[in-house]
């Protein structure tokens, strides 16, 4: 294992209820180096002794937002000490499709499935049609779909790109186009079944996203679409998008990203959900999260969101998008409690907001894996980092 040393820098925890529940430790797994950046990591816990954390990351062009190219892992055994070199996944390569354009994976989401005893990685689609510039390729997002690939650690194999099939149409008749499931956070069942955020567009003439949560069944091969429930949209914009579901005290809690604000609804079978609400702190005034994604933690009698905000000296930051926040959620208020929110990862002035999300390692420690993203334009030929948030909770 090459050692890539992580350098861990104690943040102690201060502010509110969660001083007593857990305490922040800070450091890097890895810096590019060369043309491309780092993008969308997120890590999986695949069991063991020891137990391995995998990270997927994905390079990214430097210049643009949808530059997304081949997919490489990394991985530690050793609790963040060192980090494997990152090893490029042959299977999920861009290349040329049948269809005249070039594809490839993106917005990856691994996550173990314990029944299969594999990581299911789950996504989007990125089509790339040439130009009438030489050597450029644009994002076309008529290409999208639910995307996923597998991983096997007793065969050390990794599956191709495999698309998720859905229905043509949603409960109100509308087609259901462009389907995407990247940037999320799933939730599996203790049966294997795979409760899977989805977003799409229902009016071929408007970018407008509705959010759904699909009930999928998934045998270590094929992720297979079974029902979905509400249809989640707004007619602000890009409606809701990004979903992310987390299951707490016998109620499955969804919140959704939206170009002005988030949202949040919840409900008590993982797919029907009550009218969504805006995220509002416990004195009634908006998050003022938007337009990029949240994620949620839990940990013993705690439900927590982590998140990024507008007013926290960070105008200067891309969409608002550092620091990334965790605070704890009234489950019955659905609201943010404002005196238990906390830095997770501080700001440097770059975007930290586009791609991450947790993971438990172990029922003492939660991670959370982000990547420098946007960077302003005096910093554009920098190289990136993929940062580890460490939460060590006092108790389990």
Request: hydrophobic share 35%; aromatic share 10%; with cysteine.
């Amino acid at each position: 294992m090459v050692a890539v040393k992580t350098v861990l820098v104690f943040i102690a925890a201060c502010l509110g209820a969660s001083a007593a529940d857990f305490h922040i430790e800070n450091g890097t797994v890895l810096t590019s180096t060369g043309a491309y950046r780092w993008a969308q990591s997120r890590a999986a816990v695949i069991p063991g002794n020891p137990a391995r954390v995998m990270i997927t990351t994905q390079e990214f062009e430097k210049q643009g937002s949808h530059g997304y190219r081949d997919i490489y892992s990394l991985e530690t055994t050793d609790g963040a000490i060192t980090w494997s070199a990152p090893q490029r996944i042959e299977s999920l390569g861009r290349k040329m499709s049948p269809l005249g354009v070039e594809m490839v994976m993106g917005d990856l989401c691994p996550q173990w499935h314990a029944t299969t005893r594999t990581v299911l990685v789950t996504g989007k689609t990125f089509g790339f049609r040439k130009d009438a510039k030489p050597n450029e390729a644009k994002d076309d997002r008529a290409y999208e779909r639910v995307a996923y690939t597998i991983y096997s650690p007793t065969k050390n194999e990794w599956s191709g790109l495999k698309i998720m099939a859905m229905p043509e149409k949603d409960h109100a008749g509308h087609p259901i186009i462009e389907p995407n499931a990247g940037c999320n956070q799933r939730l599996d069942l203790p049966n294997g079944e795979v409760l899977l955020p989805v977003r799409y567009r229902a009016d071929p003439k408007l970018r407008t996203y509705t959010t759904i949560v699909a009930r999928c069944t998934f045998d270590g091969e094929t992720l297979t679409y079974r029902e979905h429930g509400s249809e989640l949209t707004t007619a602000v914009m890009r409606g809701l998008y990004e979903p992310s579901i987390i299951g707490f005290k016998g109620r499955y809690f969804l919140t959704m990203r939206g170009e002005k604000t988030g949202y949040v609804a919840r409900g008590t079978d993982g797919i029907n959900y009550e009218p969504v609400v805006e995220w509002k702190f416990d004195d009634g005034k908006p998050v003022g999260t938007y337009c990029t994604q949240q994620h949620w933690i839990t940990h013993g009698d705690g439900l927590y969101l982590i998140y990024t905000r507008k007013g926290a000296s960070n105008d200067h930051v891309f969409r608002h998008r550092a620091p990334i926040f965790i605070a704890k959620v009234d489950p019955d208020k659905l609201h943010v409690i404002r005196a238990s929110e906390q830095i997770l990862m501080p700001e440097t002035g770059v975007d930290l907001g586009g791609g991450y999300a947790p993971v438990d390692v172990n029922e003492k420690e939660t991670w959370v894996i982000s990547t420098e993203m946007a960077f302003p334009k005096n910093r554009q030929g920098e190289n990136n980092r993929i940062l580890l948030a460490k939460i060590i909770w006092n108790q389990s």
